[in-house]
């Protein structure tokens, strides 16, 4: 099934040249384009996407309400703040349910990677914003990068030798990580794990 993907943002360079990136990536997607929020909603209630690039200042933006607004109309969409903001103010969007920041400085790589990495995994979040996760509110924010890898794939059903090859670790580094992974997240069991994925995804 091809991935559905809208752009939401008030300048045509940005549209045109992010949907071009993607493509040349990844030809099978199909890629819509809005130039304003009002357009935004309307396609929204008209098209399902998998996900959405969302500006946060684009003409009739109503800001961190917008999240709220997209979900209500498509619940399991998921968002990805597109901006040239810095990761503080994409916090206060992600606190308020998107799933990801992607800074509009971002090189081709970043964007096609980014894109990639939350239609597997249902995120993302750069490294930047990731140290700044409440830890009370998420407690994957207490993971490192690499802990973070190991914990989605333990989540997905891979044991020790499938993590060791994807990630080209060694049976030793792989059983530490999880032992942190497990201690980091105050659990003592794979259950607990998939219950604490399946709630911050």
Do not use: C, W
């Not at 809005?34 to 003409?59: E, F, H, Q, R």
């Not at 979900?71 to 103010?89: C, S, W």
């Not at 509009?104 to 979040?125: C, L, P, Q, R």
């Not at 580094?173 to 659990?187: A, P, Y």
């Amino acid at each position: 099934m091809n991935r559905k993907i809208i752009i939401a943002d008030d300048h045509p360079v940005v549209r045109t040249g992010t949907k071009f990136i993607l493509l040349s990536n990844d030809k099978e997607l199909i890629i819509d384009q809005a130039a304003n929020y009002k357009s935004l909603i309307s396609k929204l209630g008209k098209n399902m996407y998998d996900l959405v690039l969302l500006d946060i200042n684009m003409p009739g933006s109503t800001h961190r309400s917008m999240i709220n607004d997209i979900k209500e109309i498509q619940n399991d969409i998921k968002i990805l703040m597109y901006t040239a903001y810095d990761e503080d103010v994409a916090m206060q969007y992600i606190k308020n349910g998107a799933h990801g920041y992607l800074n509009k400085s971002a090189s081709e790589k970043d964007i096609t990677n980014a894109v990639s990495y939350i239609f597997k995994y249902g995120y993302f979040y750069p490294s930047e914003i990731i140290s700044k996760l409440s830890t009370h509110e998420n407690p994957i924010g207490k993971l490192s990068k690499r802990e973070i890898q190991i914990f989605e794939l333990m989540a997905e059903g891979d044991g020790n030798l499938e993590i060791m090859n994807k990630l080209q670790l060694q049976s030793s580094t792989v059983s530490t990580h999880k032992k942190r992974i497990f201690e980091k997240l105050n659990i003592d069991n794979i259950s607990d794990l998939i219950n604490i994925y399946k709630k911050f995804h």
